[in-house]
């Protein structure tokens, strides 16, 4: 029998309007409607004997149905309409978010984009300095060029699209209304292309709980500590399974408005399950779930084979391959269509081949629908439509939906007795609970959700319904996703912001004074010195100058190094860096250096030296040169435990470096004169020009970071 191949792909953003302006602080739901949400389906509609699963989650259609109905509008097209009479702050925002692109595959085919682009620089902190240098033309072609970037190649043919890509230049404010009108029109016809191919049997569309909650830590806070135990909690114990319930219900009645049958799948916001809320699920009627392969072997056996239909009482669940699923995620895009997708069926006949049932084992490739592709040549459709064109033909490949799967029982199927509440990251909720923001942003919803509940009553329909609606949106996940040090984003505190408006709507709905604990931002509460989070298990990443995929700094601590200190420090300037991430091996150190929401070119630029200083236990350090010429960095190692103002250079290191999109470090530990157990203390020193003097990251401190003695993984190991 041919080995059971499913595909899933989940399509979700945040919900980006403000709930009293009613704007669209972020333009995402707009831009990929038309980058992403009307091609994929296409794509894989157009090849016979194959069938994909779409998830589509509600909050998602919501503002999609907003957006076609008329009644949402973003800042960003409110930016682009005005491109010919902007003030001077909308014209600095627009030079800071409309290149918001990826370089090599969205700026750079277009000569008058590019050309915008460098006329800007890549650094975005001197946007200010910028901005005068832009023509009115400037910014109305700067307004066509970023909304034309997210258009799909394969919808361009036959719309204005195709006509101003090959204008290029001197548009005008018709031409913005047309692109715009562009995206409405593709917005229009996401629901009707999705309905009229599950129709045809073409695919399946899957759902998940309306505003993208973790359901676990809905239905009880306390679920965490399954997996972490010593886990921090919020202060206010949250358990509301009638949440839960009520996010689950939702889902199903816009699922049934926008496509006329009831939703049999259910793809929990990150892969997220409990047993208790698996039960919720199945008593909703939903026949299947997903998860990640990580959640199963962690609740059962490391040894579990995850290629099986598993059966918790009345829900059958797939678990995803995380490692196929992130190659098409974060490797492919790298590689020739061809060669991707030859390498990824060699992988998945490789995979069933180790599976304990081989001629009827499932294998799910589940991922993101939207955020990989602007990586891809073309965004993705020649690698998409060859591998679905690939797997037709394979007569030992078969690509089914999961209902499919779960209807005929025709594969490898298995009892699964217990569930050990997790996520598909690192099997844990530690994304979303445990950091002091995290379980402040929690508290904060447990008060705004208690006033709401006292008083409720004395409210008419309307207006309890309003204020319920603000609860449940602040009990998505998206907002926790980017609080404490796992995530990184340049909107950080616009996502902070919204957060604490939904809450502080709640107050307002009910007659009550807002808190003043909600008016303070929730983002950087733990900023006494550095904050760090320790790794969790230990690394040996490639050090190549890339992130070769999501997980191989994933497991790895993070410093934030914050601002400068140093008199070429301009108070009104961000920090160049973003994260540290660092980690170890038993006998190495690893480092891992980005750039704060632009290129690390834009600080690394050639001239410029980076020295990371380690101050403890001993004195040491390496210096980077930044060279125009073909080697693009040389670097030293000087031993400073001598005379304060001596350095001696160190030969025949074995540290490697590497520099590319991000900077790469290895060095042995017993370079530093470190060992596990012991503490190491160190900052970086960037000069940017020879003549400047340097400045030093953090500000009036050191990262310290502590060596581990064993696996960090063991101190996060539950039986």
């Known amino acids: 029998m041919p080995i059971n191949l499913v595909i899933l792909w989940h399509m979700h953003q945040p919900h980006y309007r403000h709930p009293k302006t009613g704007i669209y602080e972020l333009p995402w739901v707009r831009l990929h409607a038309a980058k992403d949400y009307v091609d994929m389906p296409l794509v894989s509609a157009a090849v016979d004997g194959v069938a994909v699963n779409f998830n589509l989650v509600p909050s998602l259609l919501e503002q999609v149905e907003d957006y076609v109905g ?26 800071r978010h409309f290149f918001s692109a990826h370089g090599p595959t969205m700026i750079r085919p277009s000569p008058r984009y590019y050309e915008l682009l460098l006329e800007r620089g890549d650094d975005r902190r001197s946007l200010a300095d910028a901005a005068p240098r832009f023509s009115t033309q400037d910014y109305i072609d700067l307004a066509v060029h970023f909304n034309l970037a997210w258009v799909d190649p394969t919808l361009r043919r036959g719309t204005c699209a195709a006509e101003l890509l090959e204008k290029d230049r001197d548009f005008t404010m018709a031409d913005v209304r047309g692109v715009l009108d562009l995206h409405r029109e593709l917005l229009g016809r996401i629901v009707p292309t999705y309905r009229s191919l599950a129709e045809a049997g073409r695919l399946e569309i899957s759902t998940t709980p309306f505003y993208h909650p973790i359901l676990p830590l809905l239905i009880d806070h306390r679920s965490a500590r399954e997996a972490l135990p010593a886990i921090d909690l919020p202060r206010i114990p949250f358990a509301h399974i009638e ?15 926008h496509f006329g049958t009831e939703p049999v799948g259910l793809w929990p916001a990150e892969g997220s399950v409990s047993e208790s809320a698996l039960r919720l699920v199945g008593e909703e009627g ?11 072997k962690q609740s059962v056996d490391p040894r579990a084979d995850p290629m099986k239909l598993y059966l918790f009482e009345d829900v059958a669940m797939v678990f995803r391959d995380h490692t196929l699923s992130d190659r098409i995620g974060f490797v492919y895009s790298k590689w020739g269509a061809s060669e991707a997708v030859e390498d990824l069926l060699t992988r998945i006949r490789r995979r069933a081949a180790q599976s304990s049932d081989p001629d009827k084992c499932v294998i799910p490739l589940i991922l993101d629908g939207e955020n990989a592709w602007e990586h891809f040549p073309e965004d993705g459709a020649p690698f998409l439509r060859q591998l679905y064109e690939s797997l037709a033909a394979a007569p030992d490949i078969r690509c089914r939906t999961i209902g499919d799967l779960v209807e005929e029982r025709d594969c490898a199927v298995a009892e699964l007795g217990r569930i050990r509440a997790g996520s598909w990251i690192r099997s844990d909720f530690s994304v979303w609970i445990g950091h002091a923001e995290d379980n402040h942003a929690w508290d904060l919803l447990a008060r705004a959700r208690e006033c709401l509940t006292r008083h409720e009553k004395g409210l008419d329909g309307e207006t309890r319904a309003a204020a319920w609606k603000q609860i449940h949106i602040a009990e998505g996940s998206d907002w926790n996703w980017w609080y404490g040090p796992d995530h990184h984003t340049p909107d950080l505190d616009l996502f902070d912001r919204l957060y604490r408006a939904h809450l502080q709507r709640v107050y307002e709905l009910v007659g009550q004074p807002v808190p003043a604990e909600l008016l303070a931002p929730i983002a950087n509460l733990a900023a006494q010195g550095p904050r760090v989070r320790m790794p969790r298990a230990h690394l040996r990443p490639i050090i190549d100058g890339e992130v070769t995929h999501y997980f191989e700094w994933l497991e790895g601590g993070v410093a934030e190094i914050g601002s400068p200190q140093g008199p070429a420090h301009r108070s009104d300037e961000a920090p160049p860096f973003g994260h540290l991430r660092f980690g170890f091996d038993p006998a190495t150190l690893y480092l891992l250096l980005s750039g704060n929401g632009a290129s690390l070119d834009s600080v690394l630029s050639p001239g410029s030296r980076l020295t990371i200083e380690f101050v403890k236990p001993c004195r040491r350090r390496l210096c980077i040169e930044m060279s125009s010429q073909s080697d693009p960095i040389t670097a030293r190692f000087e031993d400073g435990d001598g005379r304060e103002d001596l350095w001696t250079p160190i030969a025949g290191t074995g540290i490697e470096v590497a520099y590319a999109n991000c900077l790469e470090l290895a060095c042995p530990l017993d370079l530093l004169g470190a060992r596990p157990g012991m503490e190491l203390a160190l900052r970086l020193i960037l000069h940017r020009d020879k003549g400047d003097d340097p400045v030093s990251f953090p500000e009036h401190d050191t990262i310290r970071i502590e060596i581990s003695e064993g696996d960090p993984r063991a101190e996060h190991w539950v039986a």
């Open 286 to 296: 939903f026949k299947w779930c997903a998860s990640d392969e990580e959640v199963l």
């Open 70 to 95: 008329g009644g949402a509008i973003d800042e960003f097209e409110q930016w682009s309409l005005r491109a010919d009479s902007l003030s001077a702050e909308e014209a600095e925002k627009m030079l």
């Open 243 to 257: 949440d839960a319930r009520s996010q689950i219900v939702a889902a199903k009645e816009t699922y049934f408005r």
